[in-house]
């Protein structure tokens, strides 16, 4: 089992739609919860971090972590076609950040 | 405040010889991450150092690769020899200490072509 899944997509939705992205972990010691996006040929930056159970909310995007079921998500509302990106899971815990393969997301103009 | 810096932006060696990758951290952060992404893989964890000490490098595929952190601030990794297989982007992330995660900030990795 993967310590970080996943799906890696593409996921394509028309722009002005809801895209959901969708995460498990499998370290229940984990401790912080990070969203990057990375555009092709370009370094991940980072767009969302969670750290307790709940949604968290920064502009279009929502974070939502679930412990008890080991998953964490990202909801980006009204889709851009900038938005257009591989979205990458990172888990953070005994000091050390591991991360998902991403989910490759277009956004269809 | 510069970010991180990574050098070279580009390398191609061929299979056997040797390249040296150099990160440059955030000013100050104690955290440092190697990753690597092989074409068509998951960023994979190389290693961490917290200042000038390894804390973690169960990542580092084989003894052909060694990363140094002397006096804690830039890095480098080596690979001698290098093989094909060792082609990919290698990233350098920095993250300030303190005993919560915290986010870690991305270099603009060096890509290494190996012929």
């Known amino acids: 089992q993967k310590e970080v899944e996943q799906n890696s997509g593409p996921l394509s939705v028309p722009e002005g739609a809801i895209a959901s992205l969708n995460c498990t972990y499998s370290?229940?010691?984990?401790?912080?919860f990070f969203w990057y996006r990375q555009y092709s040929g370009k370094s991940p930056e980072l767009i969302m971090s969670i750290y307790s159970n709940g949604d968290k909310e920064d502009g279009r995007f929502t974070a939502q972590l679930n412990k008890a079921s080991q998953y964490v998500s990202l909801l980006i509302r009204d889709s851009q076609p900038s938005d257009s990106a591989t979205y990458l899971c990172a888990v953070s815990g005994s000091f050390k950040t591991i991360f998902g393969a991403g989910t490759r997301l277009f956004v269809k103009a | 405040e510069a970010g991180v810096t990574q050098f070279p932006s580009h390398s191609v060696i061929e299979k056997g010889q040797t390249v040296t990758l150099r990160c440059d951290p955030i000013?100050?952060?104690?955290?440092l991450y190697w990753y690597r992404r092989v074409m068509g893989k998951e960023i994979k964890f190389l290693l961490h150092?917290?200042?000038?000490?390894?804390?973690?490098e169960s990542g580092m595929p084989n003894n052909r690769f060694l990363a140094e952190r002397t006096g804690g601030t830039y890095s480098t990794l080596k690979v001698q020899p290098a093989e094909l297989e060792d082609s990919g982007v290698y990233f350098c992330?920095?993250?300030?200490?303190?005993?919560?995660?915290?986010?870690?900030?991305f270099g603009q990795g060096t890509r290494l072509t190996v012929v």
């Open positions: 000013s100050g952060h104690d955290n």
């Open positions: 992330a920095s993250s300030p200490g303190g005993a919560l995660n915290t986010e870690a900030f």
């Open positions: 150092f917290v200042k000038e000490s390894k804390q973690d």
């Open positions: 370290d229940r010691g984990s401790q912080s």
